[in-house]
């Protein structure tokens, strides 16, 4: 199920890492703590954008 999906979806999973980065781009940094939760955000974001070159290669092998 998970190859199915890093395969067939993976414009998804970037998409997703796109709002992620602009949700902890837009995120108040004024204290450490909204400091520290912006950059939680950018982790989220950065695991779906791997997620997402794993599942466009997977798609670009199985072409082949």
């Given amino acids: ?5 890093l395969k067939n979806y993976y414009g998804i999973l970037l998409g997703v ?7 902890g781009r837009y995120y108040p940094d004024e204290t450490a703590t ?15 954008f791997i997620l997402a070159l794993i599942g466009a290669i997977l798609s670009l092998l199985k072409k082949k």
């Fill in 17 to 23: 890492g796109f709002l992620f980065m602009l949700a």
């Fill in 34 to 48: 909204d400091n520290n939760i912006a950059a939680g955000i950018y982790i989220v974001a950065a695991v779906f």
């Fill in 1 to 5: 199920m998970k190859k199915f999906i």
